[in-house]
């Protein structure tokens, strides 16, 4: 099995034509092979931003890889689906070929205003936040690093793109830090993936103000579901 990815961005259609072909030329070379057993297949992953090519012999895989890297490392092969401030978002039941209609910065404002809100307790993130760690926080939630986040009560969760997407969970109190979890393997907490998490927490109103989640789903209308 052979899995190609790059971060941030989706195989276009050329991309992955061309990659299934390179697919189609070792199904013809290993076609006579007795001891080859099972079929070999390219699976295009969701928005497409993974390739999976299966049935390789092991000793096979450094060279498809060879034969895949100049495809994977040529920009044209690939389009942006929105890491971390450019592009456009595609649907994941877009074609590849076809430029998304929805701007990054439209989907994600705080993109926009790349600065903490005022009801961002800063002073206590900092104190609890090693230095370092605090400013590569900064420069995560300043590339708009932060997605997918929800704000219940004091609840904080979020997704935080970094050399791959982390979950975090943190607990907030009127703004300021409370305690926070990440799945990096940073054991140090605040890790920076948390102190982005926190900084973005201003750019969106918390629900819940002590209700339950039956309550708010029965009072929230059309538009704010």
Known sequence: MLELERTGHGFSAEGITA???????YATQVADD???QTDVTLEVGVTPRTITIKGIFPEDSSPMIGSCWDIVSDPTKWFPIGWPEQGWIHRRSADPAIPGDEPVVDAF????????????DLETLRQVTEPGRYERGSCYYEQGS???????DDSLQATVQGSRPYEVQVTLSEGSYVSGQCSC???TVPCKHIVAAVLASGDIEAVGDGQSVDALLEEAAAKEL
């Open 19 to 25: 990659l299934d072909e390179i697919r189609s030329n």
């Open 34 to 36: 007795n001891t080859h």
């Open 109 to 120: 404002p705080r993109l926009q205003t790349q600065t903490p809100a005022n009801s961002v």
């Open 146 to 152: 932060v997605t997918g986040i929800e704000f219940v």
């Open 185 to 187: 393997p940073d054991d």
